[in-house]
């Protein structure tokens, strides 16, 4: 086991975060099944590829992912020492240094070279999953336009996600009068330009909307739109994004009247 913590004091804590989760898991992949009984270690997230699950350990509160994809591409790249735990430990940093929220990195383990890897952050409290909490909470115009400025910001550091959408954001709703914080999940799928094209924008936000089309009505896709850019003229780019759900076809789209 390999240790990499971003400062030498959790050096421990990471290790014995590595051994709780790992003794629970059964090399299931995303059938894996947490152990109900412990009350420190519960289900966040399971994907095809990785799985979430929240730690509390000596007094201290945790998130950890758990990349467990064996397909050969993925064994060879861990292998190489380009594994998607080590990408998204390193993009998180950088996300933060840019001022892009993110969760806060506590440290990564390699469990043999070609893995299981596992991340380890801090747990964001008062933290949701942006569509989780639009579909309980519903939708306020000040988690529009936070959201809108969020993503504007991002896009100008040249900050993109190759998988962005509601379901890979967090927002944190702060106590007493709602105001709302926002961090970029699945980090590995960040990307950093000099700059970001309006072509590379446009792309982004194609793939932030169509996902989000059938949660989100459209005169609040207007208001982000609206917020995004700074101005009323939204008519352009909202024929571009248009275009583009009519060009590229899709689950998300497939059952949409509008």
Known sequence: MKIHAVHHEDQGYVRDVAN????????????WKHPSNDPEL?????GQRAGVVGVELNGRRCCAKLFYDDRIQATFRNFSGFSKAKRAFDFAVRLKANGVGCPEMIGWVQMTPVGPFLVVSELCDHAH????????????PALVKGFGSFVRTMHGKGIAHVDFSLRNTMVVVDDGEPRYRFLL???????????????????????????????VPVKWRVMFLKEYLQTEDIHEWVDDLNALLKKRPSKYTASLSE
């Open 20 to 31: 709780k989760v790992m003794k629970t898991y059964d090399g299931r992949g995303i059938e």
């Open 42 to 46: 519960w289900k966040l997230n399971n």
């Open 129 to 140: 999953r942006m569509d989780r909490y639009i579909a309980e909470h519903g939708i306020a």
């Open 185 to 215: 999940l699945d980090f590995e799928d960040a990307r950093f330009y000099s700059s970001l094209s309006r072509s590379k924008r446009l792309d982004n936000l194609h793939h932030l909307l169509e996902r989000a089309l059938q949660l």
